[in-house]
């Protein structure tokens, strides 16, 4: 049975903390990282994690905001063949001593490495979850993803090889929906509040496929 060691982890100078699987490595140890941000990958999967802080949009309605700001992001990151997979209800759940509004959606598209262009897509699929702390006026976004197709013209081929990577499972890992699913978060009120008054709003994850990993 595929298992992973997880650990809870501080993120945002403990503004919120998160558990999740060992393997992903602290992006910021090799480069930097925007203060509203906070990213981890697996090179030997090229799979990411990405955290983000963002003022709450108030324009958007629970009911759909994972899906509005992952059609957002495919858009920033000109992403080719997008499709909407699955998207959530609204969910309340209670976060230390508030109720957090969570929605989820995930989708598939096409994106390149930052430096290389079309012709060297990958195709990841992405989980995303939309967690609205609305007592301190912020939308957290947990942006996850996982590569389906490997370009042989990607850089990402000489790490995870070319075409359709091996299940987690087959590694020992978690597949990236059972690792999501089983999250766990908490949050600081007084830390969120001081750190989101210096996040730069609006700002989008980098996703996994603009990480080299070489």
């Known amino acids: 049975m595929a298992e992973d060691i997880c650990t809870d982890r501080p993120l945002f100078g403990g503004s919120i903390s998160s558990t999740f699987p060992v393997r992903f490595q602290d992006v910021s140890n090799v480069r930097q990282v925007p203060d ?11 799979e990411s994690l990405i955290f983000e802080l963002l003022d709450l949009k108030p324009d958007v309605n629970d ?3 994972a899906v509005w700001f992952l059609q957002d992001l ?8 997008f499709t909407l997979v699955e998207q959530s209800g609204v969910v309340e759940v209670p976060i230390g001593n508030v109720s957090v509004v969570v929605t989820t959606a995930i989708g598939k598209m096409g994106v390149s ?14 989980y995303l979850a939309n967690l609205r702390f609305k007592n301190v006026g912020t939308d957290v976004l947990v942006v996850a993803y996982e590569p389906v197709l490997i370009s042989p013209l990607s850089e990402s081929a000489a790490t995870v090889g070319a075409g359709l990577p091996a299940p987690a499972e087959q590694s020992g890992f978690l597949p990236m929906a059972e690792s999501i699913g089983s999250m766990k978060h908490e949050l600081n009120d007084a830390e969120c509040r001081k750190r989101k008054e210096t996040a730069h709003e609006n700002s989008l994850p980098v996703p996994n496929s603009l990480i080299p990993v070489a």
């Open 63 to 65: 009911n759909g905001s």
């Open 36 to 46: 509203h941000q906070e990213a981890f990958v697996d090179p030997s999967r090229d």
């Open 113 to 126: 490495k930052a430096r290389q262009g079309r012709e060297a897509q990958n195709v990841v699929q992405v």
């Open 74 to 81: 495919a858009s920033e990151q000109d992403a080719q063949g």
